[in-house]
């Protein structure tokens, strides 16, 4: 069973393009976050939500706490955007879940 | 920089071995997460201590153990270490809003264990 479900798993878009990753949870949360994983294997933490909207950029990231619902947008993609992008949750019980990760590639 | 740093960034070791993982939490965070990542199972929480103390377990298994110290740096002890433990260990602090709450999460670049 999986606590979040993440789509799609792959995603190949041409520069400009306007991309949507989605978030589905099944548990209770306290925080949702959007992390960024490059080649190489660094994270970096893109956002953190509890409700509502966030905007860094060209990155944006909506939240639906009554659908158990999350987005991450990118307007404009760019090559440099190419990487993981992982969808995790912060249960009530202060564990995390993590979605299997979205695989971004933007092509010149 | 996140500002966490986590020893050793590689280490190669055999099975049944044991092997320590350090990680220096950003200063003044108080909260530290370990995470495991494997290529089959993705990422996994392991656990987090807050201020010296353990305050949630995820998928952590009895060969492994953690703690955290006085000076808020922690350590993730891997025993008795099999072919299925290599993976990336990643240490995440944070500063929560509350106490052990949410906050925002900030990587250190992880510590990658080969078993052979």
């Not at chain 1, 991450?72 to 299997?100: E, K, M, W």
């Amino acid at each position: 069973k999986n606590e979040v479900e993440q789509s799609p798993q792959n995603l190949t878009a041409q520069e400009g393009e306007f991309i949507t990753i989605n978030c589905s949870y099944s548990v209770g949360i306290s925080a949702l976050h959007w992390l960024q994983q490059h080649p190489g294997g660094g994270i970096v933490s893109l956002f953190m939500l509890s409700s509502g909207k966030k905007k860094h950029g060209r990155l944006i990231a909506t939240i639906n706490i009554q659908e158990k619902h999350s987005s991450l947008h990118i307007t404009a993609s760019h090559p440099r955007d190419s990487a993981v992008y992982i969808c995790a949750v912060l249960g009530t019980g202060n564990q995390f879940y993590f979605g299997t990760g979205t695989s971004l590639t933007v092509i010149p | 920089d996140s500002g966490v740093t986590q020893t050793p960034k590689h280490l190669i070791t055999a099975t049944g071995q044991r092997v320590t993982l350090r990680c220096s939490p950003r200063s003044g965070d108080l909260s530290v997460y370990w995470y495991q990542q494997s290529l089959d199972q993705g990422l996994q929480f392991l656990i987090q201590y807050y201020n010296g103390e353990e305050r949630a377990k995820g998928n952590i298994l009895e060969r492994f153990s953690a703690q955290q110290f006085p000076d808020l740096h922690s350590e993730l002890n891997l025993s008795s270490l099999e072919l299925g433990d290599s993976a990336l260990y990643f240490c995440a602090s944070s500063a929560p809003k509350r106490a052990a709450g949410a906050g925002e999460l900030f990587f250190g670049e992880g510590s990658r264990l080969t078993v052979l």
